[in-house]
T-cell receptor, first 116, second 110 residues
Framework: DTEVTQTPKHLVMGMTNKKSLKCEQHMGHRAMYWYKQKAKKPPELMFVYSYEKLSINESVPSRFSPECPNSSLLNLHLHALQPEDSALYLC???????????????FGAGSRLTVL | GQNIDQPTEMTATEGAIVQINCTYQTSGFNGLFWYQQHAGEAPTFLSYNVLDGLEEKGRFSSFLSRSKGYSYLLLKELQMKDSASYLCAVRDHNTDKLIFGTGTRLQVFP
């Protein structure tokens, strides 16, 4: 299995809703990432988990709450979002963090979020 | 901090060769990646350079000059399916973050 699976593919939510995005990989990767991508823009790093611990938080607002229940799963909990949070949310994984050429990120297909 | 620049858009003809340039400034360089992203899809890994020189992989090649802060992706024998965005990304040694450039949208015409 060489894939990163993200669910749901599409999500529409109101500003008062609570929802979650899910990401799963079974490649034995120990680093997992959340990126946010707006239309025609590059992916922007949000969070990095290394060995199930949060290692990087790019000053993301607290209405986004990541969770790594185990080495294969990564969640992004969403609460009280704003319309400007509408974007494609990409999950990625890699063998590890650290200075290695083997640290290639494999991306999921993304969850397209629309906040009304 | 980091600054990564690429041309916004490029066009080319099927069967031709195209070179997509990327210049970067970083406080601690630790590798440069090229990704391909079709509209609405995930970025997919194309190549990785950490030492100066050319890496060849089939129709795609990537070049790096660390002293110049410069890389290019060379696509040969272009096919219609190569129409996509091409993202240059640099890993920072100090923070271990992979930061993406603005991306180049390539359109291949018949």
């Amino acid at each position: 299995d060489t894939e990163v699976t993200q669910t749901p593919k599409h999500l529409v939510m109101g500003m008062t809703n609570k929802k979650s995005l899910k990401c799963e990989q079974h490649m034995g990767h120990r680093a997992m990432y959340w990126y946010k991508q707006k239309a025609k823009k590059p992916p922007e790093l949000m969070f990095v988990y290394s060995y199930e611990k949060l290692s990087i938080n790019e000053s993301v607002p607290s209405r986004f709450s990541p969770e790594c229940p185990n080495s294969s799963l990564l969640n992004l909990h969403l609460h009280a979002l704003q319309p400007e949070d509408s974007a494609l949310y990409l999950c990625a994984s890699s063998q590890e963090t650290g200075n290695s050429g083997a640290n290639v990120l494999t991306f999921g297909a993304g969850s397209r979020l629309t906040v009304l | 901090g980091q600054n990564i620049d690429q041309p916004t858009e490029m066009t080319a003809t099927e069967g031709a060769i195209v070179q997509i340039n990327c210049t970067y400034q970083t406080s601690g360089f630790n590798g440069l990646f090229w990704y391909q992203q079709h509209a609405g899809e995930a970025p997919t890994f194309l190549s990785y350079n950490v030492l100066d020189g050319l890496e060849e992989k089939g129709r795609f090649s990537s070049f790096l000059s660390r002293s110049k802060g410069y890389s290019y992706l060379l696509l040969k024998e272009l096919q219609m399916k190569d129409s996509a965005s091409y993202l240059c990304a640099v890993r920072d040694h100090n923070t271990d973050k992979l930061i993406f450039g603005t991306g180049t949208r390539l359109q291949v015409f018949p």
